[in-house]
């Protein structure tokens, strides 16, 4: 009932900036929450950062923390994840997410809408 489509991503060097956004369609919500997840190869989808669409309280994992930022634009359903000082450790598939009946989560099985990932790639 709601579909998530991912895009922004691509190939960049070690400290560049991308920006990505995730537009929403279908059937959305005033109380979903929304996340960004990454899953890099070999590795479990980690989370990212979040977002409340209840006065905009963020949260952040440890890893991105003061170097990514996620906004969102309720006109226009969609939310963004601005990424900084971008390292080859964040290299890895980005996923948008969206939590129902939630302010906010940092768990996967909160989630319960998910895109189809948009490839981020940092070079060195």
């Known amino acids: 009932q709601v579909q998530l489509v991912e895009s922004g991503g691509g190939l960049v060097q070690a400290g560049g900036s991308l920006r990505l956004s995730c537009a929403a369609s279908?059937?959305?919500?005033?109380?979903?929450?929304m996340g960004w997840f990454r899953q890099a190869p070999g590795k479990e989808r980690e989370f990212v950062a979040t977002i409340s669409w209840r006065g905009g309280t963020t949260y952040y994992a440890d890893s991105v923390k003061g170097r990514f930022m996620i906004s969102r634009d309720n006109a226009k359903n969609t939310v963004y994840l601005q990424m900084n000082s971008l390292k080859p450790e964040d290299t890895a598939v980005y996923y948008c997410?969206?939590?129902?009946?939630?302010?906010?989560?940092?768990?996967?099985?909160?989630?319960?809408?998910w895109g189809q990932g948009t490839q981020v790639t940092v070079s060195s």
């Open positions: 279908g059937r959305t919500f005033s109380t979903y929450a």
């Open positions: 997410a969206a939590s129902r009946g939630r302010l906010y989560s940092s768990r996967r099985d909160e989630y319960d809408y």
